[in-house]
Every structure is written in structure tokens, then in C-alpha cells.
């Protein structure tokens, strides 16, 4: 069965820097897109980060354009994403998602539409 199981969030100050992972398993991994999504207190769901199956293609939200940077390793099976600069707002729980598809555009990326799996998540709270 598929599982996505993420790792590496936790307490971290402002302007800091954590790599989350998600190590995945179940599917051939290299034939999917995968995605970072963000859940912060109170508010809805945000697509963070989205990348095709063979890694050549990365987009970003704009929130996060410039910090954050996903990227994986097929042989791994992992998909990871490195946030610098941290601020107090990136504080969310951050899910790993599985597309249904290998690659696609921005919006079908960030419409977060066409996911089948999601990992249980990994917490990430930035406070001084």
C-alpha cells in the first residue's frame, strides 16, 4: 500500500533553517509528481512546493518563492524540501502529497486537485 511518512519538522527561530523529508513507498515513485502543502492554525489548506517525477521541473507558491526549495531522490524514494529564512508564519503542519500524474502545470500543481495520497504530516513551528 502506498504510505508517505514525512520527517524533520519542529521548533526553529526566525531566519532559521529545517530540510523536511517523506520517504515513500507502495508506488514507483519516479513516475509521479509529489507536492509540499501547508495547514497553519486556523486557516485553510496552502499548496507550498510542487515537482514532475523525474525532478527536471519545480514550482513554487509565492509566499514561500526564493526560501523554500523541494527537490527528491528517486533512488531514495524521498522527496525532500528545505526551508530557509524562516518566519513566524511559515508555522504549519506540512504534508507530502502524491500527484496523479508525472508532471503537469503550475496550476494543476497548486490546484490540488488531482492527489491521491497524503502523508500524516510533520509539524513546523518558527517562534523566538
Known amino acids: 500500500q502506498v504510505q508517505l511518512v514525512e520527517s524533520g519538522g519542529g521548533l526553529a527561530q526566525p531566519g532559521g533553517s529545517l530540510r523536511l523529508s517523506c520517504a515513500a513507498s507502495?508506488?514507483?515513485?519516479?513516475?509521479?509528481?509529489m507536492s509540499w502543502a501547508r495547514q497553519a492554525p486556523g486557516k485553510g489548506l496552502e499548496w507550498v512546493s510542487g515537482?514532475?517525477?523525474?525532478?527536471?521541473?519545480?514550482y513554487y507558491s509565492n509566499s514561500v518563492k526564493g526560501r523554500f526549495t523541494i527537490s527528491r531522490d528517486n533512488a531514495k524514494n524521498t522527496v525532500y524540501l528545505q526551508i530557509n529564512s524562516l518566519k513566524p508564519e511559515d508555522t504549519a503542519q506540512y504534508y507530502c502529497?502524491?500527484?496523479?500524474?508525472?508532471?503537469?502545470?503550475?496550476?494543476?500543481?497548486?490546484?490540488?486537485?488531482?492527489?491521491?495520497?497524503w502523508g500524516q504530516g510533520t509539524q513546523v513551528t518558527v517562534s523566538s
Open positions: 507502495g508506488f514507483t515513485f519516479s513516475n509521479y509528481a
Open positions: 515537482i514532475y517525477g523525474d525532478g527536471s521541473t519545480t
Open positions: 502529497v502524491k500527484a496523479t500524474w508525472p508532471s503537469g502545470t503550475r496550476s494543476a500543481f497548486s490546484s490540488m486537485r488531482e492527489y491521491d495520497y
